[in-house]
């Protein structure tokens, strides 16, 4: 059985989409599909480091990962959510802090479980 939330794409049908995806050993699937706006707020919304960037932001703002190769399997899934939990929510609006709620929901079952998350642009 898969699962579909396209409610951060809907209205945005034609341009371009992140795929969040948990997939699951026995080859179920939850995909969350958000238009790349409200995704770009958020990663634009991770400081980095004092080293610089690192996790998910590294391969955003390199414009690596899943921008050369999709679907591509999210590494330091662990490091991911650190990232998104750190970010000051005040810089978000409404919908930006739902979907990076929603975000940090899949990304954290999947920890639990053990499941691959992955990502694709779409």
């Given at each position: 059985?898969?699962?579909?939330?396209?409610k951060y794409?809907a209205g945005?049908?034609?341009?371009?989409?992140?795929?969040?995806?948990?997939k699951?050993a026995?080859?179920?699937?939850?995909?969350?599909?958000?238009?790349?706006?409200?995704?770009?707020?958020?990663?634009?919304?991770?400081?980095?480091?004092?080293?610089?960037?690192t996790?998910l932001?590294?391969?955003?703002?390199?414009?690596?990962g899943?921008?050369?190769?999709?679907?591509?399997?999210i590494?330091?899934?662990?490091?991911a959510i650190?990232?998104?939990e750190?970010?000051d929510?005040?810089?978000?609006?409404k919908?930006?802090?739902?979907v990076?709620e929603?975000?940090?929901?899949?990304?954290?079952?999947?920890?639990?479980?053990?499941?691959?998350?992955l990502?694709s642009?779409?």
């Amino acid at each position: 059985m898969n699962n579909l939330v396209d409610k951060y794409y809907a209205g945005y049908e034609g341009e371009p989409e992140i795929q969040i995806i948990n997939k699951s050993a026995n080859n179920q699937k939850i995909v969350l599909r958000i238009w790349t706006g409200f995704f770009d707020n958020i990663m634009t919304a991770i400081e980095p480091q004092s080293t610089g960037w690192t996790s998910l932001a590294y391969y955003y703002n390199l414009d690596i990962g899943w921008y050369e190769e999709s679907p591509w399997k999210i590494q330091n899934l662990g490091e991911a959510i650190q990232q998104l939990e750190g970010i000051d929510r005040s810089k978000l609006n409404k919908i930006d802090k739902e979907v990076l709620e929603e975000m940090l929901r899949v990304f954290k079952k999947a920890i639990y479980i053990g499941d691959d998350m992955l990502i694709s642009y779409e």
